[in-house]
């Protein structure tokens, strides 16, 4: 991460300093801190909106178990239900 | 303070001081990319690049614009940019850079410099290097990934020694299965799985797979794999091991979330010359080679043209055969005519076509272009769906009006 943060200085845009901003709503705040340690949060604002929220569970899940995000299930939670209700789409009926 | 608080405190402060950048759109861009994406994409210039269409920065995935596929050999300057994993090595940590190769199905191991690269026989390989979800932010209906639109590829002159001649130096055993390639950008955090990808045997051995160490006669640029990455002609980019450090000769296949989990289409549903049977299953294989598809750069959706007529401009490229034919439509594909193809790079190469319309009457036209390949391979008229949005090779529907 010091390594690229390190490149993004040279670059126009300096990473984190530039991280987008995602639509207020409830568990904001632990949305950015667990998903902002690994990407930025374009990969949110860029998958929408069309996931449904079935979708971002397992996308949340993945994030845990195939990447090893040290998430727990309470932020988990937290983290699936704020996309489900400002960056999804309705589940198909 | 740990990461996380620092994190969150530098977010704060950005906020405060509000926004002050110029926002920079791209001069086009798909209108069947998610609304999310429009939104996001902007245009950035990278250390040592053009301004390319920023996905994201962190890591950074950053497109080609649609106007460079107007010329069959994508300038270095352009080339997209394409990482998993955020932790990025700097010019200057890869200047003590050396390449490991050995493996359980090697008779040795053995460490080699940049020098070491440059005194085998060079081989030089004209191809395009395509990420595999290339158009998948085109894919209906939309799949969560990087939504790229048509840029997520370029083609370069690589150089560089033959895989098979590095290989030698290390001696492959009988019973070697697959050859693992790992590279020097990894994960931010140790829980994550490093990128590592394998090659079969076979496909590893093949003449045209090269350790490049230059594209276009000059380094590899930073960020496109400095100063040597594995070159796949034919094979999708997933392959081509950026900033590679290990070649491992193994007698087993490669198991991770790379191999297993990610990278893979329906079995059966693109069919391949040169199956991958270390890797496949029955319900999947690995995406391996690419499907013969075609590009227009030129006109893009909405130009305003005139009477005097345009030339319709793109690039055609396949798995490995060759383009035999592109033919373009006015009509959105209703009648199609042959363009001409301009001169033949190689056949892992793109295939520049040209379409000049004379004059033409006013009115509305949709254009789309249509490549065929040397085994009678041609683009599909609907696509297929497969859930990480691969290999989308539906003709463009481009509509421009004449006035």
């Not at chain 1, 374009?42 to 899940?61: C, G, H, Q």
């Not at chain 2, 999310?36 to 614009?65: C, F, H, S, V, W």
């Not at chain 2, 391949?272 to 299953?281: K, L, S």
Request: proline share 8%; glycine share 8%; charged share 20%.
């Amino acid at each position: 991460m010091f390594r690229y943060l390190a490149l993004a200085l040279l670059s126009a845009a300096p990473a984190l300093a530039d991280e987008p901003t995602l639509k207020p709503g409830p568990g904001r705040d632990v949305v950015q801190a667990s998903c902002a340690t690994c990407h930025t949060l374009s990969y949110i604002r860029m998958n929408s909106v069309f996931l449904t929220p079935d979708v971002w569970k397992a996308e949340v899940a993945k994030m845990r178990t195939a990447f090893g995000a040290p998430i727990d299930d309470s932020a988990a939670d937290t983290i699936v239900k704020y996309l489900s209700e400002t960056y999804a789409t309705a589940p198909k009926s | 303070m740990n990461r996380r608080q620092m994190l969150t405190g530098l977010g704060g402060a950005a906020l405060a001081a509000g926004p002050a950048r110029a926002v920079d759109k791209p001069f086009w861009l798909s209108p069947q990319l998610p609304a999310g994406t429009r939104e996001e994409a902007t245009l950035e210039a990278l250390p040592g690049k053009q301004k390319l269409i920023r996905l994201t920065d962190r890591p950074p995935n950053y497109e080609t614009p649609i106007e460079s596929f107007r010329t069959p050999i994508t300038p270095n300057d352009e080339f997209f940019v394409r990482y998993h994993l955020a932790d990025i090595p700097l010019m200057d940590q890869l200047n003590g850079w050396s390449l490991t190769v050995g493996g359980d199905a090697a008779e040795r191991q053995v460490t080699l410099s940049l020098d070491d690269l440059r005194g085998f026989e060079q081989m030089e390989v004209a191809a395009v290097c395509q990420c595999s979800g290339n158009r998948r932010g085109l894919s209906t209906p939309h799949v969560p990934g990087v939504e790229w639109g048509y840029g997520a590829m370029g083609n370069a002159v690589w150089r560089g020694p033959r895989l098979k001649d590095v290989l030698a130096k290390a001696g492959v055993k009988a019973g070697a299965a697959e050859v693992w390639l790992n590279g020097a950008d990894g994960p931010v955090l140790p829980t994550t799985p490093d990128f590592l990808k394998s090659l079969p045997m076979d496909k590893a051995m093949a003449d045209e797979v090269i350790v490049a160490t230059m594209m276009n006669g000059q380094p590899l640029p930073h960020l496109n794999g400095y100063p040597a990455r594995i070159v796949v002609p034919g094979w999708t980019a997933t392959y081509w091991m950026k900033h590679v450090t290990g070649i491992q000769v193994s007698s087993k296949p490669l198991e991770n979330f790379w191999v297993k989990a990610a990278y893979r289409v329906p079995a059966g549903m693109f069919p391949v010359d040169r199956p991958f049977p270390t890797q496949d299953n029955e319900k999947t294989w690995p995406i391996t080679e690419m499907v013969v598809n075609s590009v227009i750069a030129d006109p893009v959706g909405g130009a305003r043209l005139t009477a005097a007529g345009f030339t319709i401009e793109g690039v055609a490229w396949d798995r490995g055969h060759g383009i035999r034919q592109v033919e373009v439509s006015l009509d959105g594909g209703k009648s199609w005519k042959p363009a001409a193809l301009g001169k033949d790079l190689g056949r892992f190469a793109f295939r520049a076509f040209s379409f000049p319309t004379g004059r033409i009457e006013a009115g509305n036209y949709v254009l789309s272009s249509r490549a065929t390949n040397n085994a009678g391979e041609t683009q599909v008229d609907t696509l297929k769906f497969n859930p990480a949005g691969y290999h989308n090779n539906v003709p463009q529907q481009i509509p421009v009006t004449v006035a």
